[in-house]
């Protein structure tokens, strides 16, 4: 395996300094976030579009679920949001200031055009040329001893506890599970409909003498109105009925299901055959009579076809209950007994999982529960290390909790010649592969100056448009003087991607009206970065904030060899 080097940790090390800088400015230029600001920014996130209820707010359950599986607190989201929003406010003024010259000056360096050729020279033509010696490699083992370093690693097993290791020790009553069913069925199917219209003598539920008995009187002789002549109905109810919505449409209610409707009207009306007419009926609103036009016949379920389902359902339910209590338990038992997890493991049936060879930087090959962050945190602790004791129970995502224990530790330690010596037979390979192209492409210059060699390749590039050319080079072909002699040669060393050795013929400068809609935009987006980093470089300067290149070179490590 490769050698790691400075380089591939140092956009780490970057971010880590621009949020110091960042954060050292918000706090001297006193710039908070207030409890509305973060209100507003949340309810409009798009990190939690997925989660939010109809009205817009957010469910809190899905909430909690969601940040718990990326191992964060609710408190512990609010606070980094509330730091960025805050990062966002020292960088606002920059982003947003007004372009005028800059943008122009922008313009003519990002869409000058450059006609050029080249060659390109892949270092690893070479390699198959390459046999280090045993003393070139122990002199390169040597040379770079402090960086072969295997990192520290942690041998270990672990348990993880939820509601469901809980689902085999509860049990339900059949007349639980036949209940259930009987109170649900309109989750197993679909309910009786009914279609009809009425004739609605309106009286308030609470009337009584005189007002009782006229409405009573009025609903009587629109009862023997339509029993007389059944197909009047529809002009009965135009006239006669005091339901305002259906009226004027024969008293026709549509399609309506029987929790639809008031008790008494719709036990009278589910009561029905197709066609038939009801007597009066007395609800709060007053006295109906009913005619049904159709009925739609539901469609259930069996109970024992959906029985199964109900069961899991509501052991399920009933483990959830029951988990808290045996949280507390568990939690209890990794830390009073926390020499083993074989307590645990007996009292709740639970399996026991192993793992080798993780270390701090581990990100993946490992079950998500270990790479919980506080996990983790916990495992390399030097008291869980030195005495092998259990974590204590983490909750690594809602109704789950984990607690592990380190086996074997593996101290950081140099690696032996032999264990580096296939990481640094490649180092040698890479660097002496590289010197040699950058020999065949000093002499391809040469050549190519001397009217004697030809490029291979040419293309008319910007720095809108790289031809899929490395942006190095790219650069590199774009700080030629435009003002200095043409044609102009360079080589361009761009480590593995390969050594170009470029001719530089003509330069298309743009005309200031050539900007479009599209290319303003990213252009704008461009510059305003780097307006923001620039911003930020002096922010570095101004609080004396800087890498220590020697101290970030000792700290990166190889990959062990093999």
């Not at 989660?51 to 990326?70: F, H, N, T």
């Not at 939820?162 to 049990?171: E, H, I, K, N, P």
């Not at 005091?242 to 449409?249: F, I, K, L, T, V």
Request: proline fraction near 5%; glycine fraction near 6%; avoid cysteine.
């Amino acid at each position: 395996k490769p050698l790691a080097s400075a380089a591939s940790a140092r956009p780490v090390i970057d971010t880590r300094g621009q949020e110091r800088v960042v954060h050292l400015a918000a706090q001297q230029f006193l710039l908070t976030v207030s409890d509305e600001q973060l209100a507003r920014y949340l309810a409009t996130s798009p990190e939690l579009q997925a989660i939010r209820k109809p009205d817009g707010s957010v469910d809190m359950k899905q909430y909690q679920a969601l940040l718990a599986a990326q191992g964060l607190s609710p408190q512990g989201f609010e606070a980094k949001t509330r730091a960025d929003l805050v990062v966002d406010q020292v960088l606002q003024t920059v982003m947003a200031s007004d372009m005028g010259e800059g943008l122009r000056s922008a313009h003519q360096a990002w869409m000058q055009q450059r006609s050029i050729q080249w060659t390109r020279i892949d270092p690893q033509s070479f390699a198959g040329q390459i046999q280090p010696t045993e003393a070139v490699l122990k002199a390169q083992y040597e040379k770079l001893q402090s960086r072969l370093k295997t990192e520290e690693a942690i041998d270990g097993e672990w348990v993880a506890f939820s509601a469901d290791d809980l689902m085999g020790q509860v049990s339900l009553k059949a007349e639980d599970v036949r209940a259930y069913y009987d109170q649900n069925q309109k989750l197993y199917g679909t309910l009786e409909q009914r279609r009809a219209r009425h004739v609605l003598i309106a009286v308030p539920e609470n009337a009584q003498g005189d007002a009782l008995k006229q409405a009573q009187a009025k609903a009587e002789a629109a009862l023997k109105a339509v029993q007389a002549n059944p197909k009047s109905f529809p002009q009965v109810a135009q006239k006669q009925s005091e339901d305002p919505g259906s009226a004027q449409q024969g008293g026709d209610l549509g399609w309506f299901g029987q929790a639809d409707m008031v008790k008494p009207f719709a036990d009278a009306a589910f009561g029905l055959k197709k066609g038939e007419i009801s007597g009066l009926v007395r609800s709060s609103f007053g006295f109906h009579i009913i005619q049904v036009l159709d009925i739609k016949p539901g469609s259930l379920k069996p109970f024992e076809t959906v029985r199964p389902a109900i069961e899991a359902q509501l052991k399920r339910q009933l483990a959830q209950q029951a988990f808290a209590e045996a949280a507390e338990q568990f939690t209890n038992m990794v830390y009073e007994q926390s020499d083993s997890l074989d307590p645990v493991i007996k009292k709740f049936n639970l399996k026991r999982q192993t793992f080798k060879g993780m270390t701090r930087q581990t990100i993946q090959g490992l079950p998500p529960e270990l790479l919980n962050p506080k996990v983790k945190e916990a495992l390399f602790d030097a008291q869980t290390i030195k005495l092998q004791r259990n974590t204590s129970a983490v909750e690594v995502k809602p109704s789950q909790l984990v607690s592990a224990r380190v086996t074997s530790h593996h101290p950081a330690r140099v690696l032996t010649f032999d264990e580096a010596r296939g990481a640094v037979t490649q180092t040698v390979k890479t660097e002496q592969s590289l010197a040699m192209a950058k020999d065949a492409a000093n002499e391809l210059l040469a050549q190519v100056k001397a009217g004697q060699g030809k490029l291979k390749q040419s293309a008319l590039v910007s720095r809108m448009n790289r031809h899929q050319l490395p942006e190095g080079m790219v650069e590199s072909v774009m700080k030629v003087p435009s003002s200095g002699p043409l044609p102009s040669q360079l080589v361009v060393d761009q480590g593995a991607q390969g050594v170009f050795v470029v001719q530089v013929d003509a330069v298309q400068t743009p005309k200031p009206d050539a900007l479009d809609g599209v290319q303003q935009g990213v252009l704008k987006r461009i510059y305003s970065a780097s307006q923001a980093q620039a911003y930020l470089d002096a922010l570095k300067k101004r609080f004396k904030v800087r890498i220590h290149e020697d101290r970030l070179q000792k700290a990166t490590t190889a990959a062990v060899a093999g």
